[in-house]
């Protein structure tokens, strides 16, 4: 099969796109992909406090713990929801009797990852902290939710960094950090969080692996398999079994 691609910009604009006659192949090997070309617009990153890249990464953690702070704070204070209680008895059946088929209209994932945050918080409790201080079951249920959301700032940044520049990036990580809508949402023991991180994930190992591809890198493939298994792991976090 004979495939090629042409494309001919002007000021960023696509004006053509045909296709001609060429080899796939030339001595045996498959010559590199020609991918949807992808030139988005880069804003300046002049600013001073982007400029050194560990400067970059120490604000972005700053923005992180921030995130981070803002959403563990009083985890606990709110009782539970009735759906997040039936999650709570879905983590104490499976830690006394294993896996079982008990709330089987929501996905494993969020329950496995819940199941180990109870485990844990119980051995704090029994080990290190005192009962004024014991970690609170719904704190417990919460938690993996707040981490998986707290970390999102980082996956906007990663996205938004490929597709627009670092300044836009830091802007966006920003407003997601300290946006209260967003925190209030990963304090819920709900799948929302976990969707949008592995969607997050999933879109920017996809942008990588094409602009690396465009780029003539040979290892293009490797983001296409982490995008595969990021993917994979999206319908484990908010589809129902009905």
Same mark, same amino acid.
């Given at each position: 099969?004979?495939? $090629?691609?042409?494309?001919? #910009? !002007?000021?960023?604009?696509?004006?053509?796109?045909?296709?001609? %006659?060429?080899?796939?192949?030339?001595?045996?090997?498959?010559?590199?992909?020609?991918?949807?070309?992808?030139?988005?617009?880069?804003?300046?990153?002049?600013?001073?406090?982007?400029?050194?890249? +560990?400067?970059?990464?120490?604000?972005?953690?700053?923005?992180?713990?921030?995130?981070?702070?803002?959403?563990?704070?009083?985890?606990?204070?709110?009782?539970?929801?009735? %759906?997040?209680?039936?999650?709570?008895?879905?983590?104490?059946? #499976?830690?006394?009797?294993?896996?079982?088929?008990?709330?089987?209209?929501?996905?494993?994932?969020?329950?496995?990852?819940?199941?180990?945050?109870?485990?844990?918080? !119980?051995?704090?409790? $029994?080990?290190?902290?005192?009962?004024?201080?014991?970690?609170?079951?719904?704190?417990?249920?919460?938690?993996?939710?707040?981490?998986?959301?707290?970390?999102?700032?980082?996956?906007?940044?990663?996205?938004?960094?490929?597709?627009?520049?670092?300044?836009?990036?830091?802007?966006? $990580?920003?407003? +997601? $950090?300290?946006?209260?809508?967003?925190?209030?949402?990963?304090?819920?023991?709900?799948? !929302?969080?976990?969707?949008?991180?592995?969607?997050?994930?999933?879109?920017?190992?996809?942008?990588?692996?094409?602009?690396?591809?465009?780029?003539? !890198?040979?290892? +293009?493939?490797?983001?296409? +398999?982490?995008?595969?298994?990021?993917?994979?792991?999206?319908?484990?976090?908010?589809? %129902?079994?009905?």
């Amino acid at each position: 099969m004979n495939l $090629a691609t042409h494309v001919r #910009y !002007d000021e960023g604009l696509l004006l053509t796109f045909r296709l001609t %006659d060429t080899t796939l192949h030339q001595k045996g090997q498959l010559l590199p992909p020609t991918t949807a070309a992808i030139h988005p617009q880069r804003f300046s990153t002049d600013l001073a406090f982007l400029k050194g890249r +560990w400067t970059a990464a120490m604000i972005l953690a700053v923005l992180i713990l921030v995130g981070f702070a803002l959403r563990i704070h009083n985890l606990g204070a709110e009782s539970l929801s009735e %759906d997040e209680l039936n999650k709570l008895e879905t983590v104490s059946d #499976y830690r006394q009797n294993g896996l079982t088929s008990r709330n089987g209209e929501h996905p494993f994932l969020m329950k496995g990852l819940q199941t180990v945050s109870l485990i844990g918080a !119980d051995e704090l409790n $029994a080990t290190i902290l005192s009962p004024a201080n014991a970690i609170s079951p719904e704190s417990a249920l919460r938690f993996p939710l707040v981490l998986f959301g707290t970390f999102t700032a980082l996956l906007i940044f990663l996205l938004v960094r490929e597709l627009f520049g670092r300044s836009i990036a830091f802007v966006a $990580a920003c407003l +997601w $950090a300290v946006e209260p809508l967003a925190a209030a949402i990963d304090r819920v023991a709900k799948e !929302d969080s976990l969707v949008l991180f592995f969607f997050l994930l999933t879109s920017f190992f996809w942008v990588r692996s094409q602009t690396r591809a465009e780029t003539g !890198d040979p290892n +293009w493939i490797r983001w296409v +398999w982490l995008a595969a298994i990021s993917f994979g792991a999206l319908p484990e976090s908010a589809t %129902d079994h009905n």
